[in-house]
């Protein structure tokens, strides 16, 4: 793949303060064409609500955010329509549509038949139809759940709920797709498939930013990695970089033990991560639960 | 002769012994309650009806008949009886349930009925006893038999004349039925409340047996073919109305059930409460009353009516704009709020614009009467006119009209919801952050709804102000005991099922039907309104007809139409894990 260095998102001083509260402080973010980065962090540290500050769910106190050298409006449709998509922590489909109505619906900003077409059904509105569901369809086939394109979300299992989130988000044929969380509540092989997929996604020429707890994953996947701990940026670099860097240990495992040597680090890290494989999103989920519910 | 085949079937059935005798015994039940209404049950025929016929039966009579009837054959036909399997798709033990307690009912409330207005059971002749046993005893046993729910059989090969005669027969029986609600004798109670025993009974164990299920799949199949039905008998119906009061029961049936649809694309559809739709409807009759040359209408014109509708549209589309606008851009409950505050808001204006009060537009409480009746090209829908050797009346003529509002209405309600904007509207419903999130333009498309929403009822409205012949403004008020009011067309929509076309249609027949008949329900219309609300919320939430989704929604376990795929081995325990 040719990685070409045009910045595709460029966050800069976003800053955000609920009351007191200052939940993200004044990051600088930059995602270029063909990068998959990746942003960590405890939980709380307010990588959702920097999402939400790129998306336009929240309107940034300070800051501002550009999208391919334009600056994003701080409204959500206006962002999906420039080219950036997005996923939920806590999934939100549209429950009670099925599977293809919930891509269907991503592909709202890529058609325009409004009510006057749909009411007459001429020609053009057949055809329009048609090749959005024909779109439909080769992302559900792409994300594998073309088998279940009538079942209700409601009633899919929780792995394949957060494809689907993934599938509506690529029917706006973004530029840059935001993941948060992608593979929360995920079993080992459901977590290897999505990192598939998010490759498969980037080699189709997605850029990617991704909010993820499960190192592995982080590190196999990303070019960059971006570490947010309280609302501040703690360091970013390639995954190496940042994997030995003893601040990140330090705010994800506590502090390392007096002079311990990288090699045990690192086994730390493995079992911090065999964690994370197995654990239940419960306690990351609440959290944010609460937060998106709340606007 | 019929206890005599099933007999015989009884000993082939695999299930045997003492369910297949129960089910003997419920169908000569039904048979003998059939039999029961050959007699008389009473001597006077001071009771509504008169059930004092030995040889045939008469009145309420009739209902227990049919259901007496329609009990055996679901008892044959649970007992394997060769020829009635499709009667009971899906099982027929809750269906037979249903159907023997419906009679039981219909018959015991019957002869009760005899017996309170008559003072005593003195009054009943032999044939009530016998009715009152008959009855009984389906009923029982019936609800001794073991339950045997199924996944729906598969329906038996027919050539598709056959499944068109099915769907043809079924809009016959139902104009049949209709009819039969709507010709019956309001002076007494007793005969509506029978029918709607009966039939209450009767849907639900159709529905139990997948009957209902079986034919709308075959109505799906053959979908111009159903279109043509239902045109056919909603034209066919004043032809089969021999009493002014019985057409404009149909009028105005027809009025609020095409105004409680577009009501739906708002509520059902794009999940918006409008507390104050009625308004919407008076703005378009106000609007054609104005201008369709009444004497004592402020403006001195006389628009052609196709003019008249289009000022109507025109004008609640405009002030559907004016009330949506500011308020569509918030979330939450303030659109409850401030549609409620516009209904009220309306009427007291249409008060007020008297000369006295303000400026002189409506003519106050007084309203614009002595609109002229329509006249489209040379038909003049204040006359009789004789067709096909039948006549009809002014009311039939605007039932004809009216038709074409409700068929323009549903056609945008099923072209506009099953579309992009129609996706749009219900991803709204479900989460307005996540569909905003996808692209949509929360604001644009809930305006859209709500314009729409307006503007249909604004049609409706010019076609009402017609029908009745005055507008006055007391009609658009947000509750009230006659229709149309805000909450009388909210209560259709919910009663019959959100988001679907045949809940609205069917919830406004009942609530305007039902107090119509039952004159002694005047006094407690809104209570008897809010209890059956209640209990509707209660026990049915998703309405009468409901819609496909939300019938997965609130009743988990029958998971209709998704194709079946063991799916859940592999991730059960993400699932889980997420739920926790
Ligand atoms: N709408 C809001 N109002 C108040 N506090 C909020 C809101 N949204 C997020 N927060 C707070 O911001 C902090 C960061 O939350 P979040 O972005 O969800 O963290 P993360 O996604 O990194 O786990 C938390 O303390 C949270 O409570
Ligand atoms: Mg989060």
């Not at chain 2, 929360?442 to 929403?453: D, E, M, Q, S």
């Not at chain 2, 045949?502 to 919830?507: K, R, S």
């Given at each position: 793949m040719t990685t070409t260095t045009s910045p595709v998102l460029n966050a800069n001083g976003v800053t955000m303060r609920f009351g007191g509260l200052t939940a993200v402080r004044s990051v600088d973010l930059t995602v270029n064409s063909g990068e998959i980065v990746g942003l960590i962090g405890p939980n709380g540290a307010g990588k959702t609500t920097f999402f939400n500050c790129l998306t336009g769910l929240y309107v940034p106190t300070e800051g501002s955010v550009s999208y391919k050298g334009?600056?994003?409006?701080?409204?959500?449709?206006?962002?999906?329509?420039?080219?950036?998509?997005?996923?939920?922590?806590?999934?939100?489909?549209?429950?009670?549509m099925t599977v293809l109505e919930n891509v269907l619906v991503g592909r709202h900003t890529r058609t325009k038949e409004g009510l006057?077409?749909?009411?007459?059904?001429?020609?053009?509105f057949k055809r329009a139809e048609a090749a959005s569901k024909e779109r439909a369809m080769e992302l559900l086939e792409f994300t594998g759940l073309a088998h279940k394109a009538d079942h209700l979300s409601r009633n899919l299992p929780y792995g394949e709920q957060r494809k689907l989130e993934i599938a509506r988000a690529l029917a706006s044929d973004p530029g840059l797709l935001l993941l948060d969380e992608p593979t929360a509540g995920m079993n080992p092989q459901e977590t290897r498939a999505t990192e598939e997929l998010v490759f498969a996604i980037r080699d189709q020429g997605t850029a990617v930013l991704v909010i993820e707890h499960d190192m592995r994953f982080i590190f196999n996947l990303c070019d960059r990695v971006a570490v947010l701990v309280q609302g501040q940026k703690l360091i970013e670099g390639t995954p190496d970089v940042v994997q030995s860097d003893e601040r990140v240990i330090a705010a994800y495992i506590g502090t390392p033990f007096e002079g311990a040597p990288g090699q045990e680090e690192a086994a730390e890290v493995e079992a911090a991560e065999a964690q994370q494989g197995t654990r239940p999103s419960g306690a990351p989920k609440s959290t944010t639960a609460r937060t998106e519910d709340g606007q | 002769m019929t206890t005599d085949t099933s007999k015989t079937t009884g000993e082939n059935a695999p299930t045997g012994g003492r369910p297949t005798m129960l089910r003997a015994i419920t169908a000569a039940g039904g048979l003998a309650s059939v039999a029961s209404t050959f007699l008389a049950w009473t001597w006077t025929s001071e009771f509504p009806g008169d059930l004092t016929f030995n040889g045939y039966p008469g009145g309420l009579q009739l209902l227990t008949l049919v259901l007496g009837l329609l009990t055996t054959l679901f008892?044959?036909?649970?007992?394997d009886v060769r020829g009635l399997g499709w009667l009971t798709p899906a099982g027929s033990t809750q269906a037979l349930r249903l159907m023997a307690l419906g009679t039981f009912a219909t018959t015991w409330f019957t002869v009760i009925a005899i017996a309170v207005d008559l003072g005593g059971l003195a009054n009943w002749e032999p044939g009530a006893w016998v009715a009152a046993i008959a009855g009984l005893i389906p009923a029982v046993a019936a609800f001794l038999l073991p339950n045997d729910a199924r996944p729906l059989k598969r329906?038996?090969?027919?050539?598709s004349w056959a499944e068109i005669l099915i769907i043809a027969a079924v809009f016959a029986i139902g104009l049949y039925v209709v009819n039969y609600g709507i010709q019956t004798d309001a002076d007494d109670p007793e005969p509506f409340l029978g029918y709607l025993i009966a039939t209450g009974f009767a849907a639900a164990a159709l529905f139990k047996a997948g009957v209902v299920t079986r034919?709308?799949?075959l109505t799906a199949k053959y979908r111009s073919v159903t279109l043509i039905a239902a045109l056919v008998t909603a034209v066919a119906f004043p032809f089969t109305q021999n009493k002014a009061s019985y057409t404009e029961l149909g009028v105005n049936i027809l009025v609020f059930a095409t105004v409680a649809l577009g009501l739906n694309i708002v509520v059902g559809l794009a999940g918006l409460l409008d507390l104050g739709y009625v308004a919407f409807l008076g703005v378009g009759a106000y609007t054609a009353a104005l201008v369709s040359g009444a004497g004592s209408s402020t403006l001195d014109i006389h628009l052609p009516f196709w003019a008249a509708v289009i000022a109507g549209a025109v004008v609640s589309l405009i002030f559907g704009v004016l009330i949506g606008a500011p308020t569509l851009r918030l979330r939450g409950d303030y659109l409850a709020i401030v549609t409620l505050g516009f209904g009220e808001i309306f009427r007291i204006a249409v008060l007020n614009l008297d000369g006295t009060s303000g400026p002189s537009v409506t003519n106050g409480p007084n309203g614009i009467p002595n609109i002229p009746p329509l006249e489209i090209f040379g038909f003049n829908f204040g006359e009789d006119h004789t067709v096909l050797g039948h006549t009809l009346?002014?009311?039939?003529?605007?039932?004809l009209l009216m038709l074409l509002v409700t068929i323009v209405v549903v056609l945008v309600f099923s072209r506009a919801g099953n579309s992009r904007i129609g996706?749009?509207?219900?991803?709204?419903?479900?989460?307005?952050?996540?569909?905003?999130?996808?692209?949509?333009?929360?604001?644009?498309?809930?305006?859209?709804?709500?314009?729409?929403?307006?503007?249909?009822?604004?049609?409706?409205?010019?076609?009402?102000?017609?029908?009745?012949?005055?507008?006055?403004p007391e009609q658009y008020v947000f509750a009230g005991p006659v229709p149309p009011n805000s909450t009388f067309l909210l209560a259709a929509v919910i009663l019959g099922g959100m988001g679907t076309i045949?809940?609205?249609?069917?919830?406004a027949t009942l609530l305007f039907l039902i107090p119509k008949k039952l004159e002694f329900l005047q006094d407690y219309q809104l209570l008897a309104f809010g209890i059956a609300l209640i209990l509707l919320m209660r026990f049915r939430p998703e309405g009468i007809i409901p819609n496909r989704r939300q019938q997965l929604e609130y009743h988990e376990t029958g998971q209709l139409d998704v194709p079946d795929q063991p799916q859940l081995s592999g991730n059960a325990v993400g699932v889980t894990k997420a739920e926790a």
């Open positions: 334009t600056v994003l409006p701080p409204k959500p449709h206006l962002v999906t329509q420039a080219g950036v998509a997005r996923t939920f922590q806590n999934i939100r489909l549209f429950a009670n006057w077409s749909a009411l007459l059904r001429g020609p053009g | 008892a044959l036909s649970a007992m329906p038996a090969k027919l050539p034919l709308s799949a009346d002014t009311n039939a003529n605007y039932f996706r749009a509207w219900v991803a709204i419903r479900e989460d307005e952050t996540a569909a905003t999130a996808m692209g949509i333009n929360g604001f644009r498309v809930k305006l859209i709804a709500f314009a729409l929403g307006a503007t249909l009822a604004g049609v409706a409205g010019t076609v009402w102000a017609h029908v009745q012949s005055t507008v006055v045949g809940g609205p249609l069917l919830g």
